[in-house]
């Protein structure tokens, strides 16, 4: 089932990138160009755009835009450094390092057949990394879809999912959501979907809510902190269905906070706990989840709530406010994401399977299992 229009947080037609600016949905769905690595810099650190795949392909169709705009010949040095800048958008999503290395292959064996244009070669392996995107998160879809469907001969189901995974947060389809999407697109298949509110920054409130709307999927949401007493006083929620920043070799996995509370919530109550990623959310070098930077963001987001209010001043439109609610010189901790060991998760969907542990193991063993895929 394919995502509407409406979804499309990239927007790519040669030379020109345009994002749909994450920070103002779901009241006002504006587009904005991204002209060079600067401005996908700015979008992705300021999460104008964001979710892993999405970051990666914004950061290399950013550098894209700039090079067919510029009018002097790129270097495979000048590339190397403006992806190097890129890379300290944002720490903790892997695809945005495994997206980079990529590239940066790509050039060097540009350079080293002689090309006399290594842009074409820049942009060839950017724009092939939008497609893979799209179908990579169908593949995930439907094995996902398929695998919670075989856990039990009862349907329709109900899932509970967290963050936003779906055609925002990607080049299309999305991973998490991307499951909920392909269930929904069978007869009778989906009864419900849950969906946490994902404080502070209210993924799940302003754009799982959006894309749910939009594609008519019946869906109530919850406060994050709801989960377990709604698991508790509803034992036909199936399974609760996350993706993923990155994924280590053990499958520890580094999702938004508050994924690891609901996978204690699950196992607690009995329920399969998914996480759905594309490979490239797949950290191979990394043993375990101990390893996984995770993004410290500023306190404010915690202490100051923002959303959309008339402004009574400039005519009544809809525009950003911003309220305290805590004291002002209270402190906060606002960690972007946690880590949930592998113990928790039931199985990793990706696009070249389901993964699950071996008889009796509390680990993966995800580089046997991409091998042998
Ligand atoms: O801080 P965000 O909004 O970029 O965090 C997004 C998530 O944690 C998603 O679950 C993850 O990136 C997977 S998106 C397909």
Request: glycine share 6%; proline share 3%; hydrophobic share 45%.
């Amino acid at each position: 089932m394919a995502s509407s229009n409406k979804l499309q947080a990239i927007r790519w037609v040669r030379p020109h990138l345009s994002i749909l600016d994450q920070l103002l949905l779901p009241h006002a769905s504006t587009y904005i160009d991204i002209r060079s690595s600067a401005d996908g810099h700015r979008a992705i650190s300021t999460m104008q755009t964001r979710g892993a795949p999405a970051i990666a392909i914004v950061a290399a169709l950013s550098l894209a835009a700039e090079l067919l705009q510029s009018d002097t010949i790129a270097t495979v040095s000048f590339i190397e450094g403006r992806l190097d800048y890129l890379a300290t958008s944002r720490p903790t999503a892997v695809n945005l390092f495994d997206a980079i290395r990529k590239l940066k292959a790509a050039v060097h064996a540009a350079h080293d057949r002689g090309d006399k244009d290594i842009t074409q070669a820049y942009v060839s392996a950017a724009e092939a990394m939008l497609a893979a995107d799209v179908a990579d998160n169908q593949a995930i879809g439907r094995l996902g879809a398929e695998f919670i469907l075989s856990r039990s001969n009862e349907s329709p189901v109900k899932v509970l999912t967290h963050c936003n995974t779906g055609a925002l947060a990607t080049a299309g389809h999305g991973t998490a959501l991307g499951i909920i999407r392909s269930l929904h697109g069978q007869k009778d298949v989906l009864e419900h979907v849950y969906f946490t509110e994902t404080r502070p920054y209210n993924q799940g409130a302003r754009l799982t809510a959006y894309e749910l709307l939009v594609e008519e999927i019946p869906a109530t949401l919850v406060c994050d902190s709801a989960v377990s007493a709604l698991l508790r006083s509803d034992p036909s929620i199936r399974a609760i269905v996350v993706g993923a920043d990155r994924v280590a070799r053990n499958g520890d996995t580094a999702n938004k906070i508050g994924t690891y509370q609901l996978a204690i919530a699950a196992k607690f109550h009995g329920r399969d706990f998914i996480v759905a990623a594309p490979t490239t959310s797949i950290d191979l070098d990394l043993a375990s989840g101990d390893g996984i930077v995770i993004e410290e963001r500023a306190m404010d987001e915690v202490l100051v709530t923002e959303g959309f209010a008339k402004e009574t001043i400039g005519g009544g439109e809809l525009g950003r406010a911003a309220v305290r609610v805590a004291p002002v010189g209270v402190a906060a901790w606002n960690p972007s994401f946690d880590v949930t060991p592998a113990h928790l998760i039931t199985a990793v969907v990706t696009e070249r399977g389901v993964f699950v542990k071996d008889n009796e193991a509390s680990e993966y063993d995800l580089q046997r299992s991409l091998n042998g895929n």
